[in-house]
């Protein structure tokens, strides 16, 4: 056994889990409070990420002044309010007019959105691969024992934790976190006590819109390049971390998102010893559905829900 | 009455086939690339019509299905490609159709393999699950050196002519069609207008919806078929997420649940496709805002007859 290898190969799982997680957590919100999968979600990502590049682009005459690690926040920040927006809107624009009706509809619009936004942003960004800024500067690390991390996994790592940290508090100790707790136990109720369902919907979206700019930063610091296609794969991959935790559950949605980056960086980083070529690497999520599916569906830490009529 | 309308169109379609198939050399190579790739959408909609429309099972792997049938209907033809050089015609035809058929035979047996789980699944998860299917089947064919790996496979004999692709989709619209209108085929209809209800009164819903996926499957896998022995080039990227999306595009077009609507939004998107070629960029944009705009204002589509009666989902 390897030690080096492994821990080598879990700080790279790690932080590829930790975009996903981020995503995931958008997903699982926007079910907790409407009960749909919002198929847009990975392209709202995409557009997080493209975000950033223009950012870091206007931005960059008074970036000089500033130091670096300010300069990097700025560009997350400006980004996921940019993407913050862009998730009220499209809520507000294509999701609110069907609230009432089947959830084939909706899911057959979040398609429409998800097709407007990368063909959208191919058309106004090109299709080509776009380089990604460096926003930090990339230093690698050893740690003992032949490992070694690069400042850019650091930073992811520690920046998802502080955005799981401070959702667990908006979720659990604000007014607008018991609202959405609220409406995603039994909306009608919610809305009976006062609850005003369309302000917490918004913010919902926004704030998963929000971790899932984030996400795209960090994916683009990561992998560097970014295309108007990037969204989709990782979307449906930590919508797949979503179910894997029990959609709807928060703590579920990072969880899930952890394992399959983990068990993606495995297979690939171990896949001559298990006989898996590294090619099957976008597949292992969909195993992973297939089976959680069939054999647990309600996820790891979800409640499994009867179904009434 | 409705049985006599079917039989008729089955022949009228039939022959409408022979005779388009006649008169395919006073036709532009131009005019019949369209036709062809319009006859192979029609079976593609139609197919997918029966699953997402009929049975009301949301499918996003389509392009699964074709992908198995294209391969292995082009595995078959280009090994026995040697000795078809030499041989008569209607052998060559002969062995072109028992490809297409095994390739159908194998789309349906991956439909069934999706059906069977997705039997606890319903609505969107089932709509990520199928799509997670399609994706499978492409990597797979991406990282299998026989199957040409991501390169793909080429000198497909082409073989797919007019009349192949309307004989095979006049076939599809007919199966799917008098399925739907016969007694048996209610339950593909009960299974997505209530399936609790359905299943109170009796009907077998899990046999219904896996049918549903074998059938519909088993027209994709000849379309896809078809497909490959038209272009004679096949790569794994061609049968991605995005070309179950265009299929899908065209059920709600059409209107999921009305066969000739599906069949006519098939025809129309691909002309659409040829017309707004050098708009190619705007091209998916503008079916993008055709989709939100459609389901906020018409969800039943331009034609269809699909209307849910429940106006809320269940609250837990």
Redesign the interface.
């Known amino acids: 056994m390897d030690w080096a290898n492994l821990t080598q190969q879990l700080i790279n799982g790690l932080s590829l889990g930790a975009i996903y997680a981020l995503i995931a957590l958008g997903y699982t919100m926007v079910y907790g409070v409407l ?3 919002n198929f847009a979600h990975g392209d709202v990502f995409m557009i997080g990420a493209f975000a950033g590049l223009y950012v870091h682009r206007w931005l960059k005459p008074f970036f000089q002044w500033m130091p670096e690690f300010l300069s990097a926040l700025l560009v997350l920040l400006l980004s996921m309010c940019i993407c913050a927006a862009l998730g009220i809107l499209i809520e507000k624009l ?1 999701y609110k ?2 609230r ?10 979040a ?6 936004l990368s ?2 942003a ?2 106004l960004f090109g299709a080509a691969p776009k380089g990604f800024p460096q926003l930090i500067k990339n230093d690698t690390h050893d740690l003992p024992g032949a490992v070694s991390i690069t400042t850019e996994q650091i930073v992811v790592l520690v920046v998802t934790l502080l955005l799981l940290v401070s959702l667990r508090f908006i979720v659990q100790k604000t007014r607008m976190g018991l609202a959405m707790r609220a409406l995603s136990n ?3 109720a919610a809305s009976l006590m006062g609850v005003n369902t369309d302000a917490v919907i918004s913010f919902t979206f926004g704030l998963g819109s929000a971790l899932a700019a984030a996400a795209g930063i960090f994916f683009a610091m990561l992998y560097q390049a970014i295309d108007p296609f990037m969204g ?1 794969l990782p979307g ?1 991959k930590a ?2 971390a979503a ?1 894997l935790g029990g959609v709807g559950n928060i703590a579920g949605a990072a969880l899930g998102g952890f394992l399959i980056g983990l068990v993606e960086t495995l297979v690939v980083g171990y896949s001559k010893n298990i006989g898996i ?1 590294p ?2 690497r ?2 292992v ?3 992973i ?2 089976l959680i ?2 054999f647990k ?1 309600a996820g790891l830490l979800g409640k499994s ?1 009867r ?3 | 009455m409705k049985k006599h309308i079917a039989h008729l169109a089955l022949v009228a379609g039939l022959a409408a086939s022979v005779a388009l198939y006649a008169i395919a050399p006073q036709l532009d190579d131009y005019a019949v690339n369209i036709f062809v790739l319009a006859g192979i959408n029609i079976i593609l909609a139609v197919s997918l019509n029966l699953v997402n429309g009929h049975t009301g099972q949301f499918s996003l792997g389509h392009a699964g299905f074709m992908a198995a049938g294209a391969y292995t209907s082009s595995i078959i033809t280009l090994t026995l490609a040697p000795a078809l050089a030499s041989a008569p015609a209607w052998q060559a035809q002969a062995a072109f159709f028992s490809a297409l058929l095994a390739g159908g035979l194998f789309a349906s047996f991956c439909g069934f393999l999706v059906g069977v789980p997705s039997l606890r699944l319903r609505g969107d998860y089932l709509a990520i699950v199928t799509l997670g299917f399609g994706e499978i089947i492409r990597v797979v064919i991406q990282n299998t050196n026989a199957l040409g790996g991501a390169r793909g496979l080429e000198g497909i004999p082409p073989y797919t002519n007019l009349l192949w692709t309307f004989g095979i989709a006049t076939v599809a619209i007919y199966v799917v069609a008098s399925l739907v209108n016969s007694t048996y085929g209610r339950g593909f209809i009960s299974v997505r207008d209530d399936e609790i209800a359905a299943e109170a009164m009796g009907i077998n819903t899990t046999k219904y919806k896996v049918a549903a996926f074998v059938i519909g499957a088993f027209f994709a896998g000849l379309a896809g078929g078809l497909y490959a022995h038209f272009i004679s080039y096949i790569a794994p990227e061609g049968f991605n997420f995005l070309k179950s999306v265009d299929v899908v595009v065209m059920v709600i077009l059409g209107g999921m649940g009305s066969t000739p609507g599906v069949a006519a939004a098939a025809v129309l998107l691909t002309l659409m496709n040829e017309l707004l070629r050098d708009f190619e960029q705007y091209r998916m944009i503008v079916f993008a805002l055709l989709l939100i705009i459609l389901m906020i204002v018409r969800p039943q589509g331009l034609l269809g007859n699909f209307q849910r009666r429940k106006r809320k989902a269940p609250q837990p």
């Open positions: 009960r749909f999968i294509a007019p069907l009432q009706r089947s959830r084939l509809t909706v899911l057959i619009t398609i429409g959105v998800s097709l407007l063909y959208g191919q058309l039994n909306p009608t989709i449906i919508f797949v179910v070529p090619g099957f976008d597949a999520a969909f195993v559905l297939i599916l069939m569906p829900e179904e009434k009529v």
